[in-house]
């Protein structure tokens, strides 16, 4: 795959299970949640089984931002795997990545989404469509600053930061990545510094 190309997780025919149905009590909180225009609070159900995923409202969209295949060398051979980096945004301010390692690239996007779902981060939005402030982030020689712009001015910055925050529901900011700007890098700057 070439590199900087951005695939939806679906693409790569991966069958996920549908999400467990919600009982009236997780669906009233949810309903009051909406009403009051606040996210309900990821770890609100602590139940065996359940997830964050489950509870945020949205759709969870996956979007592969970098497929990698590595080698180890040994006596014998080599022993090729595959590392993928997912991440996964519900469009009203809640996102995560993950990464995923495995022999083959189906296997590895499997893993890298079940971690990301499993990392999420919530941001603050204003007007459901830029940041509330400008924000900074740092990474080993990774620098990311993303600067609150006014609705309607759009986006600019790298099409891996594009990636992350327009799956967060983030659709009007500027972004500059300075130092080692690797997808690895970046997106671990933003997820680690987004809230």
Same mark, same amino acid.
């Given at each position: 795959?070439p590199r900087g190309s951005f695939l939806p997780a679906r693409a790569c025919l991966? $069958? ?7 009982? /009236?009590?997780?669906? /009233? ?15 609100? %159900?602590?139940? /065996? ?5 489950? &509870? $945020? ?13 590595? &080698? ?26 993950g990464v995923g390692k495995a022999l083959d690239p189906a296997a590895a996007t ?12 919530t941001v603050d939005r204003f007007k459901m469509t830029s940041l509330v402030h ?27 930061? &594009?990636?992350? $925050? ?17 997808? %690895? ?11």
């Open positions: 795959m991966l $069958l996920l299970r549908s999400p467990p149905s919600k009982t /009236e009590a997780e669906e /009233e909180v949810l309903e009051e949640a909406r009403l009051a225009k606040a996210r309900p609070d990821p770890g609100a %159900f602590a139940e /065996e089984g359940s997830h964050a995923t489950d &509870q $945020l409202p949205g759709e969870w969209v996956e979007t592969i931002v970098a497929v990698d295949r590595v &080698q180890k060398i040994i006596t014998g051979g080599s022993i090729m795997s595959y590392r993928v980096l997912v991440v996964v945004g519900n469009g009203n301010g809640a996102g995560g990545y499997a893993r890298a989404i079940r971690a990301a779902k499993k990392s999420l981060v400008s924000c900074e982030g740092k990474h080993n020689s990774c620098r990311v600053v993303l600067r609150a712009v006014p609705p309607g001015y759009g986006m600019k910055g790298s099409r891996t930061t &594009q990636a992350i $925050l327009t799956s967060m529901g983030i659709g009007d900011c500027t972004a500059k990545a300075v130092g080692r700007r690797t997808p %690895f890098a970046v997106v671990r700057v933003r997820g680690d510094k987004s809230g």
